[in-house]
């Protein structure tokens, strides 16, 4: 629905998929990194167990455009790991409880 909805606003999307079970994005950080013109955000739809690690290296590798996601972000462990590493600019959306 982002893609969608995000095109329909007139924004570009520059589509780049993993499997689930990845906790490597080298090849997706470096394709970022190398991306002319630069992402404005980078849109992560994953899990609890795999956003973690790709947070942190996309922070750790100098990238600090805002990082968005849906509900699958919306777990204690996100959470945690952003206070504990200071890394900010992470939005996602989620449903009421």
Do not use: C
């Amino acid at each position: 629905f982002f893609e969608e909805f995000f095109r329909n606003l007139g924004g570009t999307v520059d589509r780049r998929n993993f499997a689930a079970e990845v906790t490597d994005f080298g090849d997706l950080i470096a394709a970022f990194k190398k991306a002319d013109p630069k992402p404005q955000a980078i849109y992560g739809a994953s899990m609890p167990r795999t956003a973690v690690s790709l947070i942190e290296q996309v922070r750790d590798a100098g990238i600090d455009v805002p990082l968005l996601s849906g509900d699958g972000w919306d777990d204690e462990a996100i959470v945690e790991a952003s206070k504990r590493n200071g890394i900010e600019n992470i939005y996602f959306t989620t449903h009421p409880a």
